[in-house]
């Protein structure tokens, strides 16, 4: 199937994100390396397309960019709705379900009560068949709101580290185990920066530091209350010691000013030391409305983290992983040396294959200038009067606005690289430190430039097709793939 060709019948089928075969699908889960695979369990309704019988559906990939559908991995149950967590290998066997069985840790959340306590499922065969530990829960604090384990091996400690949400508290636990079992609580993390909405899906890593050096990172998913409105993760940078997380700035930043960035997780066991990310591309705020059929929920591209230092901060960086680079196919469209005034319109007959679009611009004396996709569905620019780069989505199925962060020019341009899938964009610049992230449902596929309020100018623009990453999805039976 070249780029150029998409299912008509799936028009905002994205080309190279995932998305189930079918049915609801939110938070990553169980983000592990495994023998070759990467894992991308989530949160999946294998019955129907809007939340519910919340189980966890699963996908592998050997880069993180070409992944294989594998249906659901642990299902419901009637008492039981299996919430978000992770999934670590137990190289030691020191859960006693053997060497090397991917151990998941969930959240259970009870039909009846709404209790949410910790569960584990064990698999012996690269997560394709999972068995429930018949002793769970085994962490209950009688909680209807203590959820989305995060579970790490703690090396310098010799003990697993599990960071909980408990989210009406905005606080993150930490609890340490011997054998994923039996839980002691070590600390709580917040409140801190974001506390508007509930705290969900922390995650808590450590990342090198360019010129030596390291820095632990807690990522912690926020709803409401995010940058753009709705759902947000915001990170702090800091350390741990083996007990607690102490941040180096408690005010926090947002990992990315989109409005459709959410529940975002990083794998564990990467080969070369490599810290990838993944979110669900959507907000809590509109995704029930999302006018996908017969899917609804799209993962973002995985994304390669680093830290860098700039004003005396240390900053959380995204770049999409290398082999999304591999996905170039075919000449580039070049544009360049281009005076914008109002509307041009550039390319108008674009088919549904994902693009990876690098645009610089000088503002000159706009007030703002940027790319239009289309037909204005939203546009990516640059805003002079309050120097930020922005995204505009237009009315639609989905929450119409303006948001984004901070934009750097250099020599007096902006660059900023946009990768456009059949219903979304995702920008970075900055190298990295700013990224926006937007679902948009166009009418018509069409790329234009804009320029409003006076006279900028587009110093270059590359166009490059992308090859789709999706397999040609198997013909899924009537509960799910
Ligand atoms: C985050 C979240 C988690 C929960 C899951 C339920 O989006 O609300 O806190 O475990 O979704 O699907």
Redesign the pocket.
């Known amino acids: 199937m070249s780029h150029r060709s998409l299912p008509r019948r799936e028009p905002y089928r994205p080309q190279i994100h995932y998305t189930p075969a079918r049915n609801w699908m939110?938070?990553p889960n169980g983000l592990v390396w495994h023998d070759g695979e990467y894992h991308l369990f989530y949160?999946y309704n294998p019955e129907g397309d809007q939340?519910g019988n919340?189980s966890w559906g699963h996908a592998v990939s050997p880069d993180l960019v070409h992944w294989e559908e594998l249906g659901t991995a642990i299902p419901a149950t009637e008492d039981e709705h299996v919430?978000?967590g992770s999934v670590v290998i137990d190289e030691h066997g020191t859960a006693g379900f053997g060497r090397s069985a991917a151990v998941a840790v969930y959240?259970a959340s009870c039909q009846r009560t709404g209790v949410q306590t910790q569960a584990l499922a064990s698999s012996a065969d690269r997560g394709r068949t999972w068995t429930r530990y018949r002793g769970n829960p085994v962490l209950d604090i009688g909680s209807k709101d203590f959820?989305?384990p995060k579970v790490f091996w703690y090396a310098e400690g010799g003990y697993w580290i599990m960071a909980i949400a408990r989210c009406s508290e905005r606080r993150i636990a930490l609890y340490r185990s011997a054998d994923l079992k039996a839980w002691t609580w070590l600390s709580d993390f917040g409140p801190a920066g974001a506390t508007l909405g509930e705290w969900?899906?922390p995650d808590l890593f450590r990342l090198p530091l360019e010129g030596g050096g390291s820095r632990w990172v807690m990522l912690v998913?926020v709803n409401p209350g995010g940058p753009a409105g709705g759902s947000g993760v915001q990170y702090f940078v800091g350390d741990f010691d083996g007990v607690t997380f102490t941040p180096e700035d408690a005010s926090g930043s947002w990992a990315d000013v989109g409005r459709d960035f959410?529940?975002a997780a990083t794998w564990e066991g990467t080969p070369e030391g490599r810290r990838c990310l993944i979110g669900w591309m959507a907000n809590?705020g509109d995704a029930a409305a999302i006018p996908t059929h017969p899917w609804r929920g799209a993962m973002t591209l995985s994304r390669e983290l680093s830290l860098v230092t700039a004003g005396g901060r240390t900053w959380l960086a995204q770049r999409p992983v290398a082999a999304v680079r591999d996905l170039r196919a075919g000449e580039p469209f070049t544009f360049g040396d281009l005076e914008v005034r109002g509307d041009v319109p550039l390319l108008g007959h674009l088919d549904e294959g994902a693009l990876e679009v690098t645009a610089e611009f000088e503002p000159g004396t706009a007030e703002r200038a940027g790319l239009v996709l289309g037909d204005g569905a939203i546009v990516i620019g640059y805003d002079a009067r309050t120097g930020e780069l922005f995204a505009e989505r237009g009315p639609g199925p989905v929450t119409a606005g303006r948001h984004g962060g901070t934009a750097v020019l250099r020599d007096g341009r902006i660059r900023f690289t946009a990768y456009v899938d059949a219903c979304s964009v995702e920008v970075f610049s900055d190298d990295g430190r700013t990224v926006i992230t937007d679902l948009f449902f166009p009418e018509r596929r069409a790329l234009g430039l804009s320029a409003v309020g006076g006279t900028a100018s587009l110093v270059s623009l590359v166009v490059q097709p992308l090859r789709p990453a999706r397999r040609d999805v198997r013909s899924p039976g009537p509960h799910g793939a």
């Open positions: 939110n938070d949160q939340w919340m919430f978000s959240t959820r989305d969900e899906m998913s959410y529940a809590w």
